[in-house]
């Protein structure tokens, strides 16, 4: 899943994009609120993170201007303002959740989960292909109920694979998608990501699930 910060504060904005690539998700980040707006209205994202208190435009307005393009992204404010009048502004503009600052990451994640499951945006909880599964709200991957223990990168590069599977996906659609960087034709990144992935998900099992193919990249397909 793809989400966006819009936040000025750069320890905060950092600290977000941490923690949330560490649990799977590509992460955009906008420093104000102009910035923000463009890239909420033109780009795919499933949520939107955002501060009121911000340079160039705030996040009311952002807000406000989303809905009014019909643009139902879920929308989670997170802000220093707490008080109940601006917690009933933010929802009644269009807000999904409402979190002050300062806040713990572990309840952000669950509100952001939340959102997601019952968002306009909403994902499926649960991957298959084959004997292959994956619960996106636990984090969990198995293969023939057999646990795999997989980095946040390789559980993000698995869901790229499941999400089109049995399309083929270039190195430089998946470096795009899992590590949100434009491909280097010198750097075999990917390579050795999936060849890792390889090692848990398929080398045990006789079933092979992930193939290559030659000259474009990778295709995740039962045989």
């Not at 807000?63 to 643009?71: C, F, M, N, P």
């Not at 502004?89 to 979190?99: I, R």
């Not at 709200?137 to 198995?142: N, S």
């Amino acid at each position: 899943m793809k989400l966006l910060v819009v936040e000025d504060e750069t320890k905060t904005s950092a600290y977000l994009r941490k923690g949330l690539s560490e649990h799977g998700f590509v992460v955009d980040v906008a420093a104000d609120g102009r910035r923000g707006f463009d890239l909420a209205v033109s780009g795919a994202y499933d949520a939107i993170i955002l501060d009121i208190m911000l340079p160039g435009l705030d996040g009311w307005a952002i807000l406000r201007d989303l809905r009014a393009q019909g643009k139902q992204t879920p929308v989670i404010v997170l802000t220093a303002r707490d008080a109940v009048q601006d917690r009933v502004a933010g929802l009644s503009l269009g807000a999904d959740d409402y979190l002050v600052k300062p806040f713990a990451f572990s309840e952000l994640l669950a509100r952001l989960h939340s959102i997601l499951r019952r968002g306009p945006a909403r994902q499926p909880q649960r991957l298959s292909v084959g004997d292959l599964e994956v619960d996106l709200l636990q984090h969990r991957a198995t293969r023939a109920g057999r646990r795999l223990d997989l980095t946040a990168k390789e559980f993000l590069l698995l869901l790229t694979l499941m999400r089109r599977e049995g399309e083929v996906l270039s190195r430089t659609l998946i470096a795009e998608q899992v590590w949100d960087m434009n491909f280097d034709s010198d750097t075999n990144v990917v390579d050795v990501a999936v060849r890792r992935l390889r090692r848990k998900v398929d080398d045990p099992f006789p079933d092979k699930l992930i193939h290559t193919v030659r000259g474009i990249g990778y295709v995740l397909r039962p045989r």
